[in-house]
């Protein structure tokens, strides 16, 4: 038999004699009696079988002794199959499947053992080896599916790929939703050129797990980028045939600079007369196909001009028209950009050439990197080949020049950051080389270029939404100060307009980073609650909410700092803020007076003495933003503390307004909470309320609410 139907039979045949011992021991009459049926019919087909003397029947196979022997004893005694009853029959049947569940259990181990050397195998590259482990495993378990996978994956490593693509084929026949298998395949199909069936694999894996979709898109798109490739080398390959002027030129001047040991002059004037020849895709593609990146690449004479650091005329001139070069071939050309950037001297040559001293070869390098940024999938291609560390340290570097590098540079930093990668290789060494290059940034505001610093600002704050990466910056106690020393700059009084944006996105910055509790914070919480509540006073309402929303953040951290806000009159600019009913800035505020009341006597004075009856902040409860309601209720509730802050609203509908919250259905139970202890405390400070709410059946409502209350 073959070994596909040496499986499938075995498999047909273990099943149903499952199904028979199930049945047998069901519990149902009709199942048993089903079951006894096709047990009969079993043992039918069993005396219709020839009986030859010396045959023994196993389980998958028949082997016939050529030398049968009288005195030969079996070790199992010969049961006369015309003769044999139901009982005898279920007996035996039940006895062989403990038996072969046995026999199942010591192959199945031996063929881990198998899979684990020929993993070993795998790792240190024997692909050879790993595949006759994988083999070995399969002779022993013949339905293993993780064996079928991993021998496919081996084979796709020896460029085996139609065997690679019948071990996909077995793995299924396994599991019809193995994931591996149809990943395997469809990369097997690629190397194949078989584009179509490649992406009738991947589009598989969506179906099985929605999850993958990204996995499968990926992957697809790699589909797209070889078929992409072959195309052109087709293309290129024809016009090369059919004697295109430009296709020879190209080939042509490649063959001379393919020349070793030639002074720089040569190689500059070739690599000139090279990229003018190179005019589109065909181009582009014959550079590639010809060796173009070896030989412009590894030739030793190129490779010193790239990292000179000397202003020796004839080296940047080679250096430059290797950049302008590069330019070419990789322009809107995702194989070429691919190839260049992976190259492992890519890295130190980008990083080089950015610290230049030579302004033209830093405005030629800019411009290459920006060429990768104008696709996604450039972008990646950079972040996967180039360290992002240095790369954002040597970027940041140009915010201090005054012309259009410090543009280029911060457009790169835009797009980099928008990619996921970069946050991935942050979260975890984000406070080292890079935080320290932007603290120095923002310590020196005034020696920067004023246009481009808030956008370099900006843009460290898109990665600190990441919230590790938050908390590094936020731990991290010289940004703090950076910040602080920003602030003060940007405030002087012959600070410029341009000196306003400035301080906008370093007050965004310090918001952001104070959703983080730390221990920087709380250090640095009186200078920070210093800074913000002077400029409380600013006519600019953008600058207002910032301060007044880091106020709201730091101040709980810092205790100190709020009894130190209460006495510099922080009560009385809150109230006149949340009398301008700024949205975003009365959320804020809101919070800001519930801590400072929580904590504060002086505070809960300051909010009776400035909102008589509370005419300001009863107006929030009746707000659609679950927060703000929280707040108000809790500020309220440490307010009525005060004597006589609760008889004054004896005449408003103070009573119901919690009640309703109470009683609600806030998604927020800090929002009853908070209204229920208010209520408490109103009620405590003046018996009055109690008789409107037992009117109101309130008594009920707050022995709800007992169990939000700690």
């Known amino acids: 038999m073959t070994e596909e139907g040496s499986l499938e039979t075995f498999l047909k045949d273990v099943e149903e004699i499952s199904e028979i011992v199930q049945g047998l021991n069901s519990s149902d009459s009709s199942h048993r009696e089903n079951a006894f049926l096709q047990a009969d019919k079993r043992l039918s087909l069993l005396k219709a079988e020839e009986d030859i003397e010396g045959t023994r029947i196993k389980t998958n196979r028949t082997v016939i002794n050529k030398s049968p022997s009288a005195n030969t004893v079996s070790s199992r005694p010969v049961i006369n199959k015309s003769q044999m009853s139901q009982d005898t029959f279920l007996a035996q049947l039940e006895n062989d499947a403990k038996e072969r569940a046995q026999r199942r259990k010591e192959k199945e181990n031996m063929a881990n053992a198998l899979k684990t050397l020929g993993n070993e195998a795998f790792v240190s590259g024997d692909y050879e080896a790993a595949v006759q482990h994988y083999t070995e495993g399969l002779d022993k378990m013949k339905d293993m599916q993780v064996l079928y996978t991993n021998r496919a994956l081996a084979y796709i490593k020896l460029q085996k790929y139609q065997h690679a693509i019948s071990d996909c084929a077995w793995a299924l026949k396994c599991n019809e939703k193995c994931l591996k298998a149809y990943v395997h395949m469809g990369r097997a199909y690629v190397e194949l050129k078989n584009y179509i069936e490649a992406r009738k694999c991947y589009l598989k894996i969506p179906e099985i797990d929605s999850r993958q979709e990204k996995m499968a898109k990926d992957y697809l798109n790699q589909v797209d980028f070889q078929e992409r490739k072959e195309c052109e080398e087709q293309a290129a390959r024809a016009e090369f045939d059919a004697g295109s002027e430009e296709a020879v030129s190209v080939v ?11 002074i720089e002059l040569y190689y500059s004037g070739g690599i000139k007369f090279l990229n003018k020849a190179i005019k589109d895709c065909t181009g582009q593609t014959l550079f590639r196909t010809n060796n173009g990146f070896s030989i412009i690449g590894d030739n030793k004479v190129i490779k010193r001009c790239m990292f000179t650091t000397s202003a020796d005329p004839v080296g940047t001139d080679l250096c430059l028209s290797v950049l302008n070069l590069w330019k070419t071939i990789c322009n809107k050309n995702e194989v070429n950009q691919q190839i260049f950037i992976s190259n492992p001297d890519t890295n130190k040559e980008i990083i080089s050439l950015l610290s230049s001293e030579i302004p033209d070869i830093q405005f030629q390098t800019l411009a290459l990197l920006s060429i990768f940024t104008m696709s996604e999938r450039g972008s990646a291609l950079m972040l996967k080949n180039i360290d992002p560390c240095s790369l954002l340290q040597s970027l940041l570097q140009y915010v201090t020049l005054r012309d259009g590098r410090a543009n280029d540079a911060i457009t790169i930093l835009n797009c980099l950051t928008l990619e996921e990668r970069l946050k991935i290789h942050f979260r975890t060494n984000f406070s080292c080389r890079s935080l320290i290059s932007f603290v120095h940034l923002l310590s020196n505001v005034e020696s920067c270029n004023r246009e481009v610093l808030p956008h370099c600002i900006g843009i460290i704050g898109n990665l600190l939404e990441d919230q590790d990466i938050r908390k590094q910056a936020a731990e991290y106690v010289e940004c703090w100060d950076a910040c602080l020393l920003a602030m003060n700059k940007c405030t002087l009084p012959d600070s410029g307009d341009d000196y306003r944006y400035i301080l906008l996105a370093v007050l965004g910055l310090m918001l952001n980073m104070s959703l983080e509790v730390t221990l920087a914070i709380k250090d640095r919480g009186e200078d920070i609650c210093d800074r913000c509540i002077s400029l409380l006073s600013s006519k600019d309402g953008t600058i ?32 006149k803020l949340l009398k301008a009913g700024r949205q975003r800035t009365s959320l804020y505020a809101v919070k800001v007076l519930a801590i400072c009341t929580k904590e504060n006597n002086q505070a809960r004075e300051d909010v009776v003495k400035y909102d008589k009856k509370f005419s300001i902040l009863r107006n929030f409860l009746s707000s659609e933003d679950e927060i703000l309601v929280g707040n108000t ?23 119901k307004s919690l009640l309703t919250h109470a009683s609600g259905n806030a998604k927020r139970t800090t929002v009853q909470q908070n209204a229920a202890i208010a209520l408490g405390k109103l009620c405590t400070a003046d018996s009055r309320f109690v008789n409107q709410l037992r009117e109101l059946h309130g008594i009920e409502i707050l022995n709800s609410c007992m169990k939000y209350i700690k």
């Open 633 to 655: 209720a809790l500020c309220l509730g440490n307010c009525f503390e005060i004597p006589g802050a609760a008889s004054s609203l004896l005449q408003t509908d103070i009573l």
């Open 544 to 575: 207002l909410t910032r301060c007044v929303g880091i106020l709201s953040r730091v101040l709980p951290q810092c205790l100190l700092a709020a009894g130190q806000a209460v006495d510099r009159g922080l009560i009385k600019k809150m109230i």
């Open 252 to 262: 042509q001047l490649l063959q001379k600079l393919s020349r070793a040991d030639q």
